[in-house]
Structures are given as C-alpha cells and as structure tokens.
C-alpha cells in the first residue's frame, strides 16, 4: 500500500530511535529538561527567535498563540481556508472565546486589499480585531507556498495598525526548500511562528510556538492550561532535534515526488489538476463528476493500492513524505490513472 493520506504517517528511523533512546531527560514542568531545553534554542536560532515553547501538536501551538494574542470578545483576521478555523475544533471559540473573521483568499491566498477596511473601528459595538494569522505552506492551497512579499506587506499592514501576527508555519520548512529563503527570512515577519516537527520533517510528536523572550512566560501558563505540560518529554523532543538536523534538505525529494504524481495525473482524462500549484509535498485534484465522488474514487485506488484522503465532495489530497520513493510516486501516479479509466468504464457502461 502507498500510504499517501498525509505526511503524518512517518515512523521514526533507527538512528532517530537510537537518538531518542539516548536523550537526558528531567522534569520539564517542575524543572528542565535539558533535551527539550536544546531543541527550544536550536529551534528559536534557526527562525531567529529569542526564544521556542515545545508542545505535543500543531493545534496546541496554535492556540496558545491566539490565547497570547487576543483576549476574550477580541477577534483574529485569518483566510477562510486555514487550519486554524477549520480543522481545530474551533477551539479559538471553545478555549479563548475569540471569533475569526474570515477572508476568502483567490487561491487561498490572501492579499493585502483584501484587509485594508476589515480592522473593526474603535466602538463599543464593536469586538476588537488582534491577530492576523497566515498559514505557509497552505494545507487547503494543496501546499502552495505564500507570495514572500505578500506576506512580508501583510504583516507590515498589520504592526503598522497596532495587530500582532502568528504564522501556522506547520510545513515552513517545506516552504524554506520550495522557496530558497530563510526560516528566519520567513519569521522575521511574524511575532510569534508555530512549526511542526510531526509532519514532513518526520519526527513521531510535536510542535513547537516560537516567538520572544517576553511571549514566554504567557505561552508557559496557556500551554500548562491547555494541558500541554510534558515531564521527561527529552525522549520525544530528541526526535524533533534529529528531525531538523537531518530532515529538512530532503524535503526537496518530497517535492519531486509529489510533482511526479501530479504530472501522471494531469495526462489522465477525467481529472483536474493545475500542477503549476504543486508547490511542495502536497497534490490536490478534481474528480471530473462522471467518476463519482472523491470518496468513491479514494476508495477504488484504495483497493488498487493508494492510499489517499477525499478533500472535499470532488477533490482529492495526496501528500508525498519520507516513506515514497520515485518507485512508489511513479507507481501510485500510474494506479490514479488506472482508477480513473475504471471508473470511467464503469460509469459510462
Ligand atoms: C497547516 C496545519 N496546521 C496545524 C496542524 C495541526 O497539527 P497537529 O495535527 O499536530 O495538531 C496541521 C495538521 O495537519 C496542519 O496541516
């Protein structure tokens, strides 16, 4: 089976296995753990931070940062695709009481005109607007990478009106190898940046919120309050540090074989891809209705042996990671194409 569903699938190698069997640990909520306290600094360095939080997951970082950025009744501009709004339980409501306010991104990118007249005025009617938050890649842009000076204009709008910004960087990195420019290129944007180290960089858990020495001590409490507060949690972080040591420059594999899947794909009658949006690791294609829907369509490749997840009621995601080879993009391409010819078949019989 090629598991494309995500590129969380990933299991830990042997040499990450034997650097986290190894790691010193200690306490790190009542004290320090000095593995956890290396992969902060190492992390905070790379994005040219003052200082990094490790968490279990990306939607924990995520939301300690808005619970940092706004308070209750404040509200957070975001594009109306984003992870944040739709696939975290709309916990900015259910934690810190904040409302999103939503902009439909052509793309699902986001333009500076787009915001100029969305701060709410200062009035009692009125909630307050925060935070503006940009995702890059975008998960929902099927992996695109952000316009560098957009997102470099956005967050320049946002300071210069009294916002703050947080980036959901979960894929940055895919993002840094796509574009050639820095992490800390990218951060310098933002004030406060989540990154994962749970999805192509291949580590087994965690996330980590990124921002400055005076965020810390907040981003401390909100992590403890959400539940976050690991003790030994060296073991895991060894594998984040393993991850950014080893991980990031092969992206550029992941994005070659998503690339490869994309081009089989676009020669297949029935099928909708524009593959100059194939960023990165991540392949989001229409299923033209004379095959059914995308579940259908997830489920027949299924059974011809690729394994993949409907996006919507006609799209479908493939997300490319450090188990698939060339071998494996060639031959799960191939089986998309076959599937499509069957189920045309099928449908037309
Ligand atoms: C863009 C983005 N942000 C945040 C997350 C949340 O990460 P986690 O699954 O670790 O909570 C994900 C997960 O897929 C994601 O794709």
């Not at 739709?86 to 900015?92: C, I, S, T, V």
């Not at 995702?135 to 946002?158: D, F, Q, R, S």
């Not at 030994?232 to 550029?252: F, H, K, P, V």
């Amino acid at each position: 089976m090629i598991d494309l569903r995500s590129d969380t699938v990933t299991e830990p190698s042997q040499e990450m296995r034997a650097a986290m069997a190894s790691a010193p640990v200690g306490d790190d909520v009542i004290d320090v753990d000095p593995t956890v306290a290396r992969l902060q600094e190492h992390t905070a360095e790379m994005l040219g931070k003052e200082a990094a939080m490790y968490m279990p997951s990306g939607s924990m970082t995520n939301q300690v940062a808005v619970r940092l950025h706004c308070k209750p009744g404040d509200e957070f501009i975001c594009e109306s695709g984003c992870h944040i709004y739709n696939y975290e339980q709309g916990a900015f409501a259910q934690l810190s009481q904040t409302i999103p306010r939503m902009i439909d991104g052509p793309g699902h990118v986001m333009h500076l005109e787009q915001l100029v007249d969305k701060i709410r005025p200062n009035d009692e009617h009125a909630v307050q607007t925060r935070l503006l938050c940009l995702e890059n890649t975008h998960n929902k842009g099927g992996g695109i990478v952000l316009p560098y000076e957009g997102v470099a204009e956005m967050c320049e709008w946002a300071h210069k009106n009294g916002l703050t910004t947080h980036l959901d960087g979960a894929r940055l990195f895919n993002a840094v190898v796509a574009s050639g420019k820095s992490a800390a290129d990218w951060a310098q944007h933002f004030d406060t940046v989540s990154i994962c180290f749970s999805k192509g960089l291949g580590a087994p858990v965690g996330s980590a919120l990124v921002g400055n020495q005076s965020h810390m001590a907040q981003m401390r409490r909100h992590r403890k309050l959400f539940g976050g507060g690991m003790r030994q949690s060296g073991i895991i972080a060894a594998g984040a540090l393993y991850a950014l040591t080893n991980n990031i420059d092969r992206l550029a594999d992941d994005h070659q074989t998503a690339q490869i899947i994309a081009d089989q794909i676009a020669k297949t009658d029935g099928l909708e891809i524009d593959t100059k949006n194939v960023h990165t690791n991540i392949v989001i294609f229409k299923v033209g209705s004379g095959l059914g829907t995308a579940a259908d369509f997830c489920a027949a490749a299924k059974d011809e042996g690729a394994w993949m997840f409907p996006f919507s009621a006609e799209h479908v995601r493939a997300v490319t990671h450090l188990h698939i080879t060339q071998e494996d993009a060639q031959a799960a391409g191939k089986i998309i194409s076959r599937t499509a010819e069957k189920l045309s078949a099928v449908t037309s019989a």
